[in-house]
């Protein structure tokens, strides 16, 4: 029998006893994150904050570039107020709630909220240490190696202290030299000495010039992946190109604060492009205990859009596959939900329970902040006490290596 919310039964009561995990929050990056641990000769070159031509604060690397990122990124203000529109993106880290930016304001939400752990998200260089704005613009020289080099190293470590902090509650997820596969391995292994439960990367790397990531270049890093059972996360806005989505899609008439809903819903779907190639790219054969995660990107659409895949493929593609797209998915693939409901639970069970997970988005634009669980009481209740147990949390434990 499927769990109803009653007065006598709460969406918090429906949650207690689960060790919930949260897979998918951001870090609002303190100013003094990068110029506190750079060796002197990079000090004013790493990202920080200064004020750009208005006078207002923003994030720079190398000296002046900008990084694409002038606020805190959080919609929640250290008054407990939420942002209205797009208030928050004047909203410095003095202004917006210490758990944005410190370990142990954060730590005391989730008790509060009852989630034991979250998994931990950049925002200045990227969500998967792309770049963005004129660092990355091809009107200028392209930015030193070395320089990205350093600063990708420095925000790791930063983010293995916060981990170990932490007591392994909040996990960040390692930033790599995509550039570099070289590279990108040694700083996969020295993150994951370190305690890190996973990887971040570019989506579209042969957009920079680069082979996609079906290509040869790119099998050690998916070998070391497999091989350690680490799991590869492609979170929304994770290249320029799906970045340009948001850009891109609302009409020229929109208000800011239209564009930002409508902008926000294309960026979920853009990672449908990223599932589409994994599956149809033969990957998945080559590396079939590699796990792949699509974060921030919702639920509903994953069941279309495998299906609308399977059926392309059986009528159009040459390749031979050793499984159907559904059964990729469900053998290596993961998907994330916050703000869907009950509606959304059928998409879910569809996809299968098993590869469903739980995120807050903590503290951006469309984060369940401050109270998550009865935002979605509806989708709670729809669900089996066993489906919810692993939505909420086994799934993640399992995935990222969770103790519980």
């Not at 009653?6 to 003094?32: F, M, N, Q, Y």
């Amino acid at each position: 029998m499927l769990d109803t919310v009653t007065p006598g039964r709460s969406a918090t009561e429906l949650v207690k006893g689960i060790k919930v995990i949260d897979v998918d929050t951001h870090l609002s990056e303190p100013h003094d994150l990068w110029t506190s641990r750079a060796p002197a000769m990079w000090k004013d070159r790493v990202p920080q904050v200064r004020p750009g031509p208005d006078g207002k604060p923003r994030w720079v690397i190398d000296g002046n570039r900008f990084l694409g990122v002038s606020s805190a990124c959080s919609v929640v203000h250290a008054d407990g107020r939420q942002a209205e529109g797009v208030d928050f993106t004047t909203w410095q880290v003095s202004e917006v709630h210490p758990a944005c930016s410190q370990v142990k304001p954060r730590l005391a939400l989730m008790d509060e909220l009852g989630i034991h752990a979250q998994v931990l998200y950049a925002n200045v260089l990227g969500f998967a240490g792309q770049g963005r704005g004129e660092a990355n613009s091809k009107a200028l020289a392209p930015l030193d190696d070395e320089l990205r080099l350093v600063s990708t190293q420095i925000f790791n470590d930063a983010m293995g202290e916060m981990q170990a902090e932490s007591g392994d509650r909040l996990l960040p997820m390692a930033m790599l030299p995509w550039w570099d596969i070289k590279l990108a391995v040694a700083e996969a292994e020295r993150c994951f000495a370190m305690g890190m439960r996973g990887i971040n990367i570019n989506s579209d790397p042969h957009l920079n010039g680069m082979q996609d990531l079906s290509g040869e270049y790119w099998y050690p890093l998916w070998e070391l992946c497999q091989d350690r059972d680490i799991p590869v996360n492609f979170h929304i806005g994770a290249s320029d190109a799906s970045m340009s989505w948001y850009g891109d899609t609302p009409w020229p008439s929109q208000a800011p604060d239209h564009k930002l809903s409508i902008g926000g819903t294309m960026m979920f779907i853009s990672n449908a492009r990223v599932v589409c190639n994994i599956i149809a790219s033969g990957l998945l054969d080559r590396f079939p205990r590699l796990k792949f995660v699509s974060v921030e990107s919702g639920i509903g659409w994953l069941p279309f859009i495998l299906e609308a895949l399977q059926y392309q493929m059986d009528t159009s593609s040459s390749r031979k596959y050793e499984l159907t797209a559904k059964e990729y998915f469900r053998r290596q693939m993961y998907g994330c939900f916050w703000f869907e409901n009950d509606d959304s639970v059928a998409s879910m069970r569809k996809l299968g329970i098993d590869n469903v997970l739980f995120e807050t988005d903590f503290p951006h634009p469309t984060c369940l902040h401050p109270d998550p669980f009865t935002k979605i009481g509806d989708g709670l209740a729809a669900m089996t006490e066993v489906e919810r147990r692993k939505v909420l949390s086994t799934n993640a434990a399992a995935l990222y290596n969770i103790a519980i």
